[in-house]
């Protein structure tokens, strides 16, 4: 069994900046790609950024790119997002993945084998 949490969460203003942590414990956890995917209110989960397990490869939402970064220490079995200039259209909880198989989608929810509880970020105009 995988278990994630995530950290990092919180109230910023428009253009201000937050970096999400997302620790997992259980044993070969930091071979496998994780994802970071966020859901608005009265919104479908969508996928925000993806890192492989070497951390060689990343994915972006086309609304994050040059916006946000994703990176890992596998030695910590941790994966951040770096979240800058931020937007209102950014409020949403954020929820770190993991999937076993390093083959197939990274960027569909239905791919990720494991979820963390989520963390409430919320962007002021």
């Known amino acids: 069994q995988v278990n994630l949490v995530e950290s990092g969460g919180g109230l910023v203003q428009a253009g201000g900046s937050l970096r999400l942590a997302c620790v997992a414990s259980g044993r070969t956890f930091s071979m496998r790609p994780k994802a970071w995917f966020r859901q608005a209110p009265g919104k479908e989960r969508e996928f925000v950024a993806a890192i492989d397990w070497s951390g060689d490869r990343t994915w972006y939402a086309d609304s994050v790119k040059e916006r946000f970064t994703i990176s890992r220490d596998n030695a910590k079995n941790a994966v951040y997002l770096q979240t800058n200039t931020l937007k209102p259209e950014d409020t949403a909880v954020y929820y770190c993945?993991?999937?076993?198989?390093?083959?197939?989608?990274?960027?569909?929810?239905?791919?990720?084998?494991?979820w963390g509880q989520g963390t409430q970020v919320t962007v002021s105009s």
């Open positions: 993945a993991a999937k076993r198989s390093a083959s197939g989608s990274y960027s569909a929810s239905s791919e990720y084998d494991y």
